[in-house]
C-alpha cells in the first residue's frame, strides 16, 4: 500500500518558517519524482514544487519561488518543503504527491493525507 505521511505544519507568524516532511512507503520512492501540492478550502489545489529522482532538478510555481525549497532522502524515503518568508496567502493544506509537475494537482490518488499551514499574526 502506498503511503505518504506530512508532518511539520502548524501556525505561524508572517514572516517566519515551517518545514514540512512527507515520509513515503509501499513504493521505490527513489524512483519517483515527487511534488508538493497545497489546497485552500472552497478553491482548487494548486501546484508548489517539484524535485527529480535525485533531488538535483527542483522546481517552483512563481507564488513561491525564492522562498520555498524543496528536497529529498532518498535514504530516508522523506520529501521536504522548507518554507520561508510566509505569507498570510500560504495559508492551505499542504499535500505530498508522488509523480511530477501541476499535473499531478488533478489527482488526489497521488496524494498523501495533508498537513495544515497557517500564517496569520
Known amino acids: 500500500e502506498v503511503r505518504l505521511v506530512e508532518s511539520g505544519g502548524g501556525m505561524v507568524q508572517p514572516g517566519g518558517s515551517l518545514r514540512l516532511s512527507c515520509v513515503a512507503s509501499g513504493f521505490d520512492f527513489s524512483r519517483y519524482d515527487m511534488t508538493w501540492v497545497r489546497q485552500v478550502p472552497g478553491k482548487g489545489p494548486e501546484w508548489v514544487s517539484s524535485i527529480n529522482t535525485i533531488g538535483i532538478a527542483d522546481y517552483y510555481a512563481d507564488s513561491v519561488k525564492g522562498r520555498f525549497t524543496i528536497s529529498r532522502s532518498n535514504a530516508l524515503n522523506t520529501l521536504y518543503l522548507q518554507m520561508d518568508k510566509l505569507k498570510p496567502e500560504d495559508t492551505a493544506l499542504y499535500y505530498c504527491?508522488?509523480?511530477?509537475?501541476?499535473?499531478?494537482?488533478?489527482?488526489?490518488?497521488?496524494w498523501g493525507q495533508g498537513i495544515q499551514v497557517t500564517v496569520s499574526s
Open positions: 504527491a508522488r509523480g511530477h509537475g501541476p499535473a499531478v494537482a488533478l489527482n488526489r490518488s497521488l
